[in-house]
């Protein structure tokens, strides 16, 4: 099994790149970023004509301005330094599936086996960096066999690749800043004497725990990997993943469309060995201006049949704009469902399979369009109460059997929500309603069957404590309307006093 390789980059002028991205105007005269701390503005960085100026991070902008009184200064951002962090991040998947934030300065890659694409660690590492400074960042980068010496290479070394026998050959002249510890440790170890890794090795390991905690010897273990550290991707890896790294750009939607059928077919013939279906795809297209544009399609169930996935993703092409060229295409499945093989020998189930599969496309193509939240299906419940039977739920969630509708169940089509207040009027209490006023209009009913009473499910803590019993009437009145109407007893009510409402229309 080969040996876990990771790549560590980091930038060490993420906020003045993008402030001179913004505006390269900026890279002609000095300038400061400050951040307000105790009433007072502090520089979190500097361009490289205010460092030659004598100007240096965590000064006070007022110490800053006696050594260059014409200072231009702009207030730090952190929104727009996390959104640069994050597409810098997104980008970086173009080389591994693991891709994790390493600070506000540093990113670090899982390339085990994902080094054979490119060529060599040696390409690899020079087409990352190569990229990243064309597009206007500064960054450094080393790969070693645990993150500790990636992280401590790419800050402090000179060397940019190291195996795990040149560890200790490499990392001990190194200072011991590249251990990854606190501020305040770094000045009690650097006070005795123990200015790089190697001196702090040499120490007795329980002297370090006992006066300085366990933290510097694991450090030490990380580092030389004695100790597993595992990293957080900042997305999860897709469970199937596909790409193609062209040889030259493309930038026309029928080559995309081209490459994408490609990987459908390869992705949909693994997952039919694994049994499984798509539920959620997404296209990374990388342009080489290093954006990414993104396409995406969901399916109401699981799905690997290539032509209605192409067919999904033919919708969306449309709005992908290549730019200068886009010469990475990686297709993720997010998201898997079991789909076992499905019979189709027998001609008599034939028609009915062809149906539901067409249901099913129509129904992808209508929440791709309009949102899968909006196409929703009627979820029966096992529930007496109107407002509890029934509940629509998205096609895109999976979907629970049905529970068995009564035929005696007679419930208008649509409820109305909240139920009308009306006046009704009856023969005797709690006798059958004969006529009711619904607004300024009385209405005398000609025929009523009821009562149905429905009283609160004890279990149901939303409705227990509103009212004690329902009586629901089903009444036609003088004017050939057929409606739903209930009186209600609550718990806070006096004996005979009622309400009476109006939940529906009958069909």
């Known amino acids: 099994m080969a ?9 060490p002028s993420l906020v003045i790149d993008r402030c001179q991205r913004e505006d390269p105007s900026r890279r002609t005269y000095p300038f400061v970023v400050v951040r307000e701390d105790s009433s007072h503005l502090y520089i979190v960085a500097a361009n490289a004509l205010a460092i030659q100026s004598g100007i240096r991070p965590a000064m006070r902008l007022a110490d800053a301005r006696t050594l260059a009184p014409t200072l231009k200064v702009l207030l730090d951002d952190a929104a727009a330094n996390a959104c640069v962090k994050q597409r810098l991040t997104d980008w970086c998947r173009r080389y591994s599936p693991l891709v ?3 600070g506000f300065d540093g990113i670090v890659i899982d390339i085990t086996g994902c080094t ?10 020079e087409d990352i960096a190569t990229r990243i400074h064309r597009s206007g960042y500064r960054v450094r980068g080393a790969i070693g066999d645990t993150l500790g010496a990636a992280w401590a290479l790419a800050r402090y070394g000179k060397r940019t690749i190291v195996s795990r026998e040149e560890l200790s050959g490499t990392l001990d002249p190194l200072p011991i800043g590249a251990l990854r510890l606190p501020q305040e440790i770094l000045a009690k170890l650097q006070r005795l004497g123990l200015n790089t890794v190697g001196a702090l090795r040499r120490m007795p390991r329980r002297s370090l725990t006992v006066r300085y905690g366990p ?13 597993e550290e595992p990293i957080a991707p900042h997305h999860p890896p897709a469970p199937y993943r596909s790409q193609r790294i062209l040889a030259e750009p493309i930038g026309t939607v029928s080559a995309v469309a081209y490459i994408l059928l490609e990987l459908l077919k390869e992705l949909c013939a693994r997952m039919e060995t694994a049994h499984l279906g798509a539920r959620f795809l997404q296209l990374d297209c990388y342009r080489v201006d290093g954006s990414v544009a993104q396409c995406c399609v969901g399916t109401s169930k699981p799905v690997r049949s290539t032509e209605h996935l192409m067919r999904l993703f033919t919708e969306k092409l449309e709005k992908v704009d290549a ?5 990475t295409l990686i297709l993720s499945v997010t998201n898997v469902d079991k789909l076992d093989p499905a019979q189709i020998s027998l001609s008599r189930l034939a028609s009915s399979d062809e ?6 496309r129509l129904l992808d193509r209508i929440g791709m369009r309009l ?15 109107p407002e509890s039977s029934l509940k629509f739920q998205s096609v895109f969630a999976p979907g629970n059997p049905n529970a068995i509708w009564p035929e005696s169940r007679v419930r208008p089509v649509r409820l109305i929500h909240p139920p009308i207040g009306i006046a009704v009027s009856t023969m005797f209490p709690d006798d059958i309603p004969v006529q009711f006023q619904l607004g300024h209009r009385s209405r005398r009913i000609l025929r009523a069957e009821g009562p149905e009473r429905l009283t609160p ?10 009212w004690e019993q329902r009586d629901y009437y089903r009444i036609e009145d003088d004017g050939g309307h057929r409606l739903w109407i209930f009186r209600e007893k609550s718990s806070s009510s006096s004996p005979g006093e009622e309400r009476w409402f109006l939940h529906g229309h009958l069909p």
């Open 3 to 11: 040996s876990r390789r990771l790549l560590s980059l980091f930038f």
């Open 100 to 102: 994790a934030d390493d």
């Open 116 to 125: 054979h694409l490119f060529g060599t660690e040696t390409t690899l590492l």
């Open 215 to 227: 933290l510097p010897v694991l450090r030490l273990d990380q580092a030389f990997g004695s100790a």
């Open 323 to 327: 730019g200068f060229g886009i010469e």
């Open 355 to 360: 149906e539901d599969d067409a249901l099913d």
């Open 371 to 385: 949102g899968f939240q909006e196409v929703c299906r009627v979820q029966v419940n096992e529930s007496w109460l």
């Open 457 to 466: 499910e004890w279990w149901r803590d939303d409705t227990a404590s509103l």
